[in-house]
């Protein structure tokens, strides 16, 4: 095993009544999967700048551990 680290965003952390939670590599990734969840989920077609600055605020790095590769 070894431990890597990724960014995580729970939208409960952004003050939305949502369990949305998406792990990813990069924090672009995260955001990638944020906007589609809002639009998707929610109908937002745009985030604004100031929410995704909160979104971004609500970023967290966490490690995990995966199996190495082979
Ligand atoms: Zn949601």
Do not use: N, W
């Amino acid at each position: 095993m070894v431990t890597e680290e990724y960014k995580q965003l729970s939208y409960s952390d952004v003050g939305m009544a949502c369990g949305f939670q998406v792990r990813a590599k990069t924090e672009a990734e995260v955001m990638k999967h944020a906007k589609t969840h809002a639009a998707e989920a929610h109908g937002l077609k745009e985030i604004s700048a100031d929410t995704e600055k909160k979104i971004k605020a609500a970023i967290k790095t966490v490690s995990a551990d995966v199996p190495a590769k082979k």
